[in-house]
């Protein structure tokens, strides 16, 4: 188990950038694959980006490549999505999951964290 605590949200302009943090605590955690997913109201949760526990191999999501950009520093067991040129449809609450294997799927995530506001104003 891994317990994991999000930071960084906040409400920003169309264009502006912010990075969220996603802190874990436990010694495994270079381990773990970790996920940022999103979930907007009225829809489902969607992965965003994923990394591997060795930052061989990401994922993003179609509409974030180029502009979103993951990342992991295991000796501070914290893992980053910095979000560059925002768009009001990015806005959701942005949740990291982690998981011993490299997925993209929210139901293969089984270690959560409570999520961050992310809102971006047109």
């Known amino acids: 188990q891994v317990h994991l605590v999000e930071s960084g949200g906040g409400l920003v302009q169309a264009g502006d950038s912010l990075r969220l943090s996603c802190a874990a605590s436990?010694?495994?955690?270079?381990?773990?694959?970790i996920a940022w997913f999103r979930q907007a109201p009225g829809k489902e949760r969607e992965c965003v980006s994923a990394i591997s526990w060795s930052s061989s191999a990401t994922y993003y999501t179609h509409s974030v490549k180029g502009r979103f950009t993951i990342s992991r520093d295991n000796a501070k067991n914290t893992v980053y999505l910095q979000m560059n040129s925002l768009k009001p449809e990015d806005t959701a609450v942005y949740y990291c999951?982690?998981?011993?294997?490299?997925?993209?799927?929210?139901?293969?995530?089984?270690?959560w964290g409570q999520g961050t506001q992310v809102t971006v104003s047109s």
């Open positions: 436990g010694r495994t955690f270079s381990a773990y694959a």
């Open positions: 999951a982690a998981s011993q294997f490299f997925h993209t799927v929210a139901a293969e995530y089984d270690n």
